[in-house]
């Protein structure tokens, strides 16, 4: 298990243990959409807004 840190607000992230770049998560305590931008170190960012809709 690996962990991560929202940008947003500092959360720490549960990252199963064999995530790839480009996985999205959602951070548990401010609901953003976070893109994992590296592994190695583990590092979060907002995730782009402008992929296709997600069923809305
Ligand atoms: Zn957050």
């Avoid at 995530?19 to 190695?40: D, N």
């Amino acid at each position: 298990m690996l962990t991560g840190l929202c940008p947003l607000c500092d959360a720490r992230i549960q990252l199963e243990a064999d995530v790839l770049p480009g996985e999205l998560v959602e951070c548990p305590e401010c609901a953003m959409e976070l893109e994992v931008v590296s592994t190695h170190p583990i590092r979060l960012a907002e995730a782009p807004q402008e992929e296709e809709d997600w069923g809305e």
